[in-house]
């Protein structure tokens, strides 16, 4: 009977593809745990965060690799919109990645973050409002805000 090690070996897909002169392996699959750590540390910017996700999908050392080639952040956000889409299971080209990064949904997601999703109700323009003019808050009976 084969292991399951080297059964994967054989079936998991091994293409790769060249991003800033490092050669990488195109996600085909998301690792265990990077959905939860991509939902916390999605408003993070510190450097240390996102170099993690990108070595959970990419691998060791490419972001400092990519940082000498001096890759740009829009690149670096159309790379990995490109690589979270590849590992999701989706078939994503890098041009389509461009697109959704250029329409400020670097994560082919809603909105990028809380305070632009509140930004505007997008039925009318405006920002939403709450659906009753009682507070659940505390035991007025109408809101004052």
């Known amino acids: 009977m084969q ?3 080297a059964f994967w070996a054989e079936a998991a897909p091994r293409e790769q593809v060249e ?3 490092v050669m990488v392996q195109v996600p085909t699959d998301m690792p265990l745990g990077v959905e939860k750590r991509i939902q916390e ?3 993070s910017t510190e450097l240390e965060d996102v170099a993690e ?3 959970l999908i990419f691998g060791t050392d490419c972001i400092e690799e990519w940082r000498k080639a001096r890759m740009g952040l829009k690149e ?3 790379v990995l919109t490109w690589g979270l889409a590849r590992a999701s299971g989706r078939d994503l080209s890098f041009a389509d990645a461009l697109a959704l990064v250029e329409q400020g949904d670097p994560a082919g997601k809603a909105a990028p973050n809380r305070a632009a999703r509140r930004q505007r ?3 009318t323009g405006g920002r939403s409002k709450p659906i009753s003019s ?3 808050a505390s035991g ?3 809101s004052h805000t």
């Open 121 to 123: 109700s997008a039925a």
């Open 134 to 136: 009682a507070s659940t």
């Open 3 to 5: 292991s399951w090690d």
């Open 41 to 43: 540390l999605q408003d």
């Open 140 to 142: 007025r009976s109408r």
């Open 53 to 55: 996700l990108v070595a």
């Open 76 to 78: 670096f956000q159309t």
């Open 19 to 21: 991003i800033r002169g």
